[in-house]
């Protein structure tokens, strides 16, 4: 567990098996599901089944759990989430066909930033992103864009996941002033190597700080950061005045 100790409560532990299948990039074994959420093998075993009868995982023919298909049912009837997917989708249509990259609409999620929507195609650069997915804020364009706009100071203890991530607080400081300034926040192969990003933030009516973010996100050596921060910054502003009529 990302905060420190195994959760507690029946409901906590099975909401932490929830989000531990959500968060891999596949299939999960029982030790596996147990190392990531602090529990002990029996005890999560005996969720995971309680869950799989619900509807909620699904365990594979090799034993393996993933997310289940109710689940996945009841996070598409979030209302804020679908509105604000729906409004953004064909901003993020125009920004793919504009750049031939991959699309993102992000929100905050705590420390990470959580990806609502992916676009991607054939013409794109393959990222290790996907709808549904988290990144560490401070290594993400989109996450930094919440970062500039957030009075709270970043953990203390941020992980490092390329040699360019930002990880001491002065360097983050620094670009997240730069991102204010500048209008939109800038990955330079701080989350993976080769991959950067620009992202933008769009605001709803009342809102002093972003909702969500827009980005788009490709190989370094493909994007024009000028160029592409500039499209965001227009599709995002848009997204906005969509959101606020």
């Known amino acids: 567990m990302a905060d420190g100790g195994s959760p507690r409560s029946v409901l906590a532990r099975g909401a932490a098996l929830l989000r531990a299948c959500g968060e891999a990039r596949g299939p999960q074994t029982l030790a596996e599901l147990a190392l ?9 075993h005996r969720l995971l089944a309680e869950l799989a009868r619900l509807g909620l995982v699904e365990r594979a023919p090799d034993g393996r759990y993933r997310i289940g298909l109710a689940l996945f049912v009841l996070g598409q009837s979030a209302p804020s989430a679908c509105e ?9 249509g125009d920004l793919y066909e504009a750049t031939g990259e991959n699309v993102h609409l992000a929100v905050p999620d705590g420390s990470d930033t959580l990806f609502l929507e992916k676009l991607t195609g054939r013409r794109a650069t ?21 970062l500039a706009h957030d009075p709270r100071p970043p953990g203390a203890s941020l992980p490092r996941l390329t040699p360019r991530t930002l990880v001491l607080p002065g360097q983050l400081a620094r670009d997240l002033a730069r991102t204010r300034a500048r209008g939109f926040g800038v990955n330079l192969e701080e ?38 921060g500039a499209r965001v910054c227009a599709a995002a502003r848009a997204l906005t005045r969509a959101l606020s009529g």
């Open 126 to 146: 393959p990222i290790v992103s996907r709808t549904g997915g988290r990144l560490p804020a401070h290594c993400t364009a989109t996450g930094k864009v919440f």
């Open 84 to 92: 604000l997917r729906d409004t953004a989708l064909p901003f993020l």
């Open 36 to 44: 990531r959420t602090e529990l002990p093998k029996p005890t999560a």
């Open 191 to 228: 989350a993976e190597v080769g991959i950067s990003a620009v992202a933008a933030p769009v605001y709803g009516a009342r809102d002093a700080r972003p909702v969500a973010a827009l980005s788009v996100t490709g190989g370094t050596r493909r994007l024009d950061m000028d160029r592409i």
